[in-house]
């Protein structure tokens, strides 16, 4: 492996966790050039919801690419988009009342926050954009200006503009009121908060930890957003796709958000593609004032047709989904009640799930002992504290217990290993 050492940048990170070179994958398992398969818990860090190289998704493709059909159109009308869009709206949008306008902004979802970011300014004529403690929205500089993490904000090298930071839900364990600092500085002529475009917030913050947001706090946001006329944008690049649960993790509160940013799992296939949604009335665009050259990637929108009309036709996924989602809960909780000692809390909604070790460096090691013992699996949380679950949602119930098995053996270890 030294060419990668040798040639490829110090900034690459995931491959110094998980140090082999993977070849093949299919489904929910991951192969490296020694013939070793591993059960894959991080799926593109929530781009593959569906597995890897889903046959379905896979037929499309290459019958879409055989057929010398358009691979790049920018923003240039095709089938492929023409069926992507008619699908979208008849199988997401319409059934679950919402009227939004369809922006592809670019490749990845850090290009859909940058456009609702940006169009938040243009149609308010505001500047100011409030996130969330342990936020994260992307590595550009409008995304990161709204991100949480130090680290990552240090690594723009420039000061990040035009961002304010609120407390994310039980972020001061429940010691004031919801939303009392927000309001209080809107509504102070002299708090120095000048009124924010808009707010931009994950329903579960996946890098910041975990952390879940409840129904009524995000109601609750909703409604203070409405009442001081600040658009509110969700971020559900990576909660999006039915990680949760349903279609959008927003379902179950009940929420409209004005603007709302897809990515990573949209594709079904782990092809780049991202959507701007928007409100129609929202949509005062210029004709050309956003763009970039890879929003008209035709293939990824073949298999995001093709994941809509496989996978959302109905509410089955969504019902498996919850169900391994208390599958995972369950063992997490076995392995946090035996492990007490190193082991804080459990925390997750859906298919994604956090391991909140007691000493941030604990977490690491639990990752390392997985891996070797043929699980993959990433940590969140700024102090890298969390271990993160992030199976595909097509995961058999079997493989989900092989993992669980493989995770409780490696917080053994490593627990046994720290005493010793």
Not at 301 to 328: P, S
Request: glycine residues 10%; charged residues 25%; contains cysteine.
């Amino acid at each position: 492996m030294d060419v990668f050492a040798r040639l490829e940048s110090e900034v690459r990170g995931y491959c110094r966790g998980w140090p082999t070179v993977f070849t093949t994958a299919q489904g929910s398992h991951i192969t490296d050039e020694n013939g070793k398969t591993y059960l894959d818990f991080f799926a593109g860090a929530g781009t593959l919801n569906y597995g890897h190289n889903d046959p379905v998704l896979k037929r499309r493709l290459l019958d879409y690419l055989a057929s010398d059909a358009i691979v790049h159109s920018l923003d240039m009308y095709t089938a492929a988009k023409r069926r992507f869009l008619e699908r979208f709206d008849e199988v997401v949008l319409r059934p679950r009342g919402l009227d939004y306008k369809v922006q592809f902004p670019g490749p990845a979802g850090n290009h859909a926050v940058e456009a609702a970011l940006k169009l938040a300014r243009k149609y308010t004529g505001r500047e100011t954009v409030v996130g969330f403690t342990n936020a994260f929205h992307g590595m550009t500089l409008g995304a990161l200006a709204v991100t949480g993490n130090s680290m990552k904000r240090t690594g723009a090298g420039v000061p990040l503009g035009h961002g304010v930071a609120m407390p994310y839900d039980n972020y001061l364990d429940g010691r004031t009121p919801d939303f009392l600092l927000f309001e209080t500085m809107l509504e102070d002529s002299g708090s120095g908060l000048d009124r924010p475009a808009a707010v931009i917030v994950e329903t579960v913050q996946g890098e910041g930890g975990i952390n879940t947001a409840s129904a009524e706090w995000l109601r609750g946001l909703q409604d203070l957003c409405r009442r001081h006329d600040i658009l509110l944008i969700v971020d559900d690049v990576q909660m999006g796709c039915g990680r949760t649960g349903p279609f959008f993790s927003f379902e179950e509160a009940g929420l409209t958000p004005d603007i709302v940013c897809l990515s990573k799992s949209l594709s079904g296939y782990g092809l780049p593609l991202a959507v701007t949604l928007l409100r129609r009335e929202l949509d005062v665009w210029e004709p050309g004032e956003h763009n970039g050259t890879f929003r008209g990637f035709n293939p990824a929108m073949v298999t995001a047709t093709g994941a809509l009309e496989e996978y959302w036709a109905d509410a089955g996924l969504e019902k498996q989904t919850r169900a391994k989602g208390e599958q995972v809960e369950r063992a997490l909780r076995e392995i946090a009640l035996e492990h007490a000692g190193a082991v804080h809390s459990v925390r997750g909604r859906g298919l994604v799930w956090g391991l909140v070790m007691r000493e941030p460096e604990l977490a690491p090691k639990v990752c390392a002992e997985a891996f070797r013992r043929g699980l993959l699996m990433e940590t969140s949380g700024p102090e890298s504290e969390v271990v993160k679950l992030l199976p595909p949602l097509t995961t058999a119930e079997a493989d989900l217990a092989a993992g669980l098995e493989i995770l409780a053996d490696s917080v053994e270890a490593v627990r046994t290993a720290v005493a010793a």
